[in-house]
């Protein structure tokens, strides 16, 4: 069970898709997950906890060492909740890891926003190459 694996005090955070993904998929594939992990163990979550601040070409087909590069700055945290994840523990959630490029672009905005602890939470990984 997921809760068993989640500090108590966990924020979940959903990695933010870009506008045009967003344009057209209709929803943030991660907030679903993160919503589904907070009704299942009463954890707090953030919606808009990380921004992306650029529109990084698709990912999928690219090596890491390019993924890494695309993504360095990708993501910032909301000024309106820097107060709240100072000093907190926080829970990346995300669909799918391939590199860890997002993964790590993400945790390195939450570094630098003051959060103490941060781990992930992802559904599913694709096989490495």
Same mark, same amino acid.
Request: no cysteine; proline share 6%.
């Given at each position: 069970?997921?809760h068993d ?26 907030w679903?997950?993160a919503?589904? /992990?907070? $009704?299942? %163990? @009463? ?7 990380? =921004? *992306?601040?650029?529109? +990084? ?22 000024p309106?909740? /820097?107060? $709240?994840? %100072? @000093? ?7 669909? =799918? *890891?391939?590199?860890? +490029? ?28």
């Open positions: 069970m997921a694996l989640l500090p108590p005090d966990a924020i979940l955070v959903p990695i933010p898709v870009s506008s045009r993904r967003l344009a057209e998929r209709g929803y943030n594939q991660a679903e997950l919503k589904a /992990v907070q $009704r299942r %163990t @009463g954890r707090a979550a953030l919606a808009d906890a990380l =921004v *992306r601040v650029i529109e +990084a070409p698709d990912q999928h087909q690219l090596p890491q060492t390019q993924r890494l590069n695309n993504l360095h700055g990708a993501f910032a945290v909301h309106d909740h /820097v107060p $709240r994840l %100072t @000093g907190a523990r926080v829970v990346l959630v995300d669909d =799918v *890891r391939t590199t860890g +490029a997002t993964l790590n672009s993400a945790a390195q905005a939450l570094q630098q926003a003051g959060v103490a602890d941060i781990g992930a939470l992802v559904l599913a990984r694709t096989p490495s190459d």
